[in-house]
Structures are given as structure tokens and as C-alpha cells.
């Protein structure tokens, strides 16, 4: 099975005192992986550069098999959603149809796609609403809609449930854990030792920049 995003011979310099070095890396499609590792260790660098937002210094990054097409190729085949994600003023559907828009993807397929996602992540009927009147667990469900309504074949996730109150955190877990089921690879960093055995398949650990276990089964 070809894997999904490939990492290989990455150093990311990150001023004098910090730098990101993975000898190299496969995950493959349709899992979930948890990324895990003291503040510091680089988990949001590592994010990042599978993202394809910070470009190593050294070495080569492959996401879905597309190494030979164009960084803005690649890049549309994997979706990051940061910690504290930042949401567009005004409607859900604003903040949605704002990456459609910029695919080309308008009309009746933009309704149908943003109507579908919604519906995926639990929040259906929400295109109206005000982004300002949204709770914690809602902001985070419409930034995860946001990213899966583009269709990715990757989603990282910084730090996703960092936010998201206890009486939440459960049902927003059973979301990401559905994921692969459509043909989604997920990859997340937390803090929280016991979340990597409720939803990781694999667990990625990280210190000081450096993966000492690497696609671990979670248990």
C-alpha cells in the first residue's frame, strides 16, 4: 500500500537553538495518528512541514503519492487546522464556501458539499449563524468542517480538543476517530496521555525535535 504522506532526510532550522530532523517517515492512508511529546518537542513544526506550510531546509516531503506535481498540487491534497483556528467574520456558510470559492467550486456542488460536511461534523442547519456566537465546541467543529468540506486525503490537526469543554470532548472524538472511514488519513497532536489509546491507530512520539518511536499501535 502506497503511503500517504512520506517524509524523508527533513531538517527544519527554526532559529539557533531548535531544529526539526526526521530520517524517515510513512503514514498510511485511512489511519489515525497521534502525535505526542513535550511543549517544545516540535509537534507544530512537524505539523506544518506535512502540510507543506514550512519548507525544510533539507530533504523531501510527498503527500499522496503527487511527488511529481506542483508544491500548490500537493498542497490541495492535505489540510492543517491549527490550534486556535481563526474564523472569517460573518456565517458557517461564509466561513465554509471561502476554500471553495478559491477551488472554483461555486453554485449547487459549493450548497451540496457545505450542506454534506456539516451534516458529517454535527452541526447541520448551522449556515446562518453568526461565527461571533458560536460556542468553544461549535468554533471547533465549524474549523473542522471548514478543512473536510475541501476534500483532503490528509488532516493534520493541532491540538484539536485543547479547546473543546468535557462535555463536548467525547462526541467530537468519536468524529475524528469516523474520519478514515472516509478515506481520510488523520494525523493529531495532544498533551491529553490517554487520548492516544482512544483514538490513535498509531502513535508518533517526538522530543527535541526527533521521533523516538515512530507508528507505534497505540494500547
Do not use: W
Not at 67 to 88: D, F, I, M, N
Not at 130 to 155: D, F, I, Y
Not at 190 to 218: F, I, M, W
Amino acid at each position: 500500500m502506497e503511503p500517504v504522506v512520506t517524509l524523508k532526510d527533513i531538517l527544519v532550522n527554526q532559529g539557533e537553538t531548535f531544529s526539526l530532523s526526521i530520517e524517515s517517515l510513512e503514514l498510511q492512508p485511512n489511519r489515525v495518528y497521534a502525535l505526542t511529546g513535550p511543549n517544545g518537542a516540535g509537534k507544530s513544526t512537524l505539523l506544518r512541514t506535512m502540510a507543506l506550510l514550512t519548507l525544510p531546509q533539507k530533504g523531501t516531503v510527498t503527500v499522496a503519492g503527487s511527488g511529481a506535481g506542483s508544491l500548490a498540487q500537493q498542497r490541495q491534497k492535505v489540510t492543517l487546522v491549527e490550534q486556535s483556528p481563526y474564523l472569517l467574520e460573518g456565517t458557517v456558510y461564509d466561513n465554509l464556501a471561502f476554500g471553495l470559492r478559491l477551488r472554483g467550486i461555486r453554485g449547487k456542488e459549493q450548497r451540496e458539499r457545505i450542506k454534506t460536511t456539516l451534516d458529517m461534523v454535527g452541526i447541520g442547519g448551522f449556515e446562518r449563524r453568526k461565527t461571533r456566537n458560536l460556542s468553544g465546541g461549535e468554533m471547533q467543529r465549524v474549523a473542522l468542517a471548514r478543512a473536510l468540506v475541501l476534500e483532503p486525503e490528509v488532516l493534520l490537526l493541532d491540538e484539536p480538543t485543547a479547546n473543546i469543554d468535557s462535555t463536548s470532548l467525547q462526541a467530537f472524538e468519536a468524529l475524528l476517530g469516523s474520519l478514515p472511514d472516509y478515506g481520510i488519513t488523520v494525523v493529531f497532536s495532544t498533551h491529553d496521555p490517554s487520548q492516544p489509546k482512544r483514538l490513535g491507530d498509531y502513535v508518533l512520539r517526538l522530543e527535541n525535535g526527533r521521533l523516538l518511536d515512530k507508528t507505534c499501535r497505540a494500547s
